[in-house]
């Protein structure tokens, strides 16, 4: 049982969930897929049901990725106004090339920062429990 516990608690959750590996051990896989979960970790066995990122990381992607490109879309047409197309060539492929690493790496995150602070769904008190 100390072997187990002492292979848990080398892996710091977050940076290894942001890896794409499990937040419990390090070593097991995180995404099945490109954004998909695999159920559980192949190498320690974390059930991953408790995680549940939303929309969370699409959210700061768009926050992120979108004041980059968008000032960088805005100084361009400043400095140099150039045709539209210019534009689509230029910021399109661009924000997909940043924003899809993003998400992945921001999913995990948010995965391994509810792995680590042992994050729930939120529950309403039943009437008569508010002091337990």
Known sequence: MAEDSALHAKA????????????RCGEGRLFK???SLEQRCAHCGLDYDFADAGDGPAVFVILIIGFIVCGLALWLEVTVSPPLWVHFILWVPLTLILCLPLLRILKGTMIGLQYRNRAAEGRLD???????
Request: one cysteine or more; glycine letters at 18%; proline letters at 14%.
């Open 33 to 35: 897929g490109f954004l």
């Open 126 to 132: 039943e009437p008569g429990e508010e002091g337990r």
């Open 12 to 23: 710091d959750p977050v940076r290894a969930a942001t890896r794409g590996r499990c937040p």
